[in-house]
């Protein structure tokens, strides 16, 4: 579970421990293309409980990602509301947001996003000396992760110099090493071959099982789908299932 630091945004910002992790009230969300508007979600109501791991899934262009990206407080939304642990983060200044992200959300980019000039430990204690952790602790946590995740081996190595299914077991590493109250994966296997898919879904599982942490994906692939424990379909930006 992640921090619940009272400061962590604002001195009135407080977390529910016993409420669910991520809950969405009436969410819209919108972006430009050219002149026009387009509503990539459309009044979405989501729940997310604690040590759930849940599945959006639906075809290419149904808000998916938009949804992630307002849960991780990176897209701000035209209306509705998005809370984590009872606190709403839709009312947060971008830079409470970036310190909220940097403590209690482990985000998952589809292509890994890790820095090519640092090393795989470098890259997976960053959070943690961007949020002033003590390099006792730095160490610690981030051997931690490498050897959860199994590259410890790795730990000296530049991104371009391991595989896909490497890149993304850091990339999770780094998610996991700030003790997240959610990880949030955005087509996490989208640029993965079968073999690496399947090793990864299993690292996928093994951390919600051994860890109990909550886990919301995207994926359009109905294998990794049926990974979690609940699946939630968009279409058109709308809830097709619950």
Do not use: C
């Not at 430009?32 to 989501?46: I, M």
């Amino acid at each position: 579970m992640g921090t619940t630091q009272a400061n962590l945004a604002s001195p009135s910002t407080h977390f529910d421990p016993s409420g669910p992790v991520l809950t969405t009230k009436d969410l819209w969300v919108a972006y430009r293309r050219g002149d026009t508007q387009v509503e990539a979600v459309r009044g979405v109501d989501l729940t997310i409980g604690s040590g759930e791991f849940l599945a959006v899934v639906g075809p290419s262009g149904s808000g998916k990602s938009s949804l992630l990206r307002a849960l991780a407080g990176l897209e701000r939304p035209r209306s509705g509301e998005v809370r984590l642990r009872g606190q709403s983060i839709s009312e947060l200044s971008e830079t409470q947001l970036a310190v909220l992200r940097r403590r209690e959300i482990g985000f998952v980019h589809q292509f890994f996003d890790l820095l090519p000039d640092l090393s795989i430990a470098e890259n997976v204690a960053l959070p943690l000396m961007l949020d002033g952790v003590s390099r006792n602790e730095i160490l610690e946590r981030t051997s931690m992760e490498l050897e959860r995740l199994h590259i410890v081996a790795l730990a000296d190595r530049k991104p371009e110099e391991i595989s896909g299914g490497e890149m993304l077991r850091a990339a999770l590493a780094r998610a996991l090493v700030i003790r997240p109250s959610i990880i949030l994966a955005d087509e996490p296997t989208g640029s993965l071959d079968r073999g690496n898919v399947h090793n990864v879904l299993a690292v996928f599982r093994e951390i919600h099982e051994d860890s109990g942490v909550t886990i919301a994906l995207v994926t359009h692939d109905p294998e990794v789908a049926a990974t979690s424990d609940r699946t939630l379909e968009l279409l058109d930006g709308r809830v097709a299932n619950t």
